[in-house]
């Protein structure tokens, strides 16, 4: 994907199903849920975007799966820089 647009996570899901969804400045709500954000890229490979989201130097970034979690999932929270 080659352009960025900014979309809320409703939107992703409906364009990018079943696909990880590489997202800088991504928004959440008062429950800490993703919201919306910017999207960089999307595809199939994890591995390759969060490449991507480390070659841009964002501050703040996500790579999310857009369809249905089987089985268990690894959240990695990185601390803030001071």
């Not at 919201?35 to 991507?52: A, I």
Request: charged share 35%; net charge negative.
């Amino acid at each position: 994907m080659a352009d960025t647009e900014k979309l809320s996570w409703d939107e992703m899901k409906r364009r990018f199903p079943d696909e990880f969804v590489a997202i800088v400045d991504p928004e959440h709500d008062a429950e800490d849920q993703l919201t919306g954000g910017t999207v960089v890229g999307h595809g199939k490979n994890k591995h390759e975007l969060l490449g991507l989201l480390r070659g841009l130097g964002a501050k703040h970034a996500a790579c999310r799966w857009t369809g249905i979690i089987h089985g268990r999932v690894r959240l990695v929270r990185l601390p803030d820089e001071k």
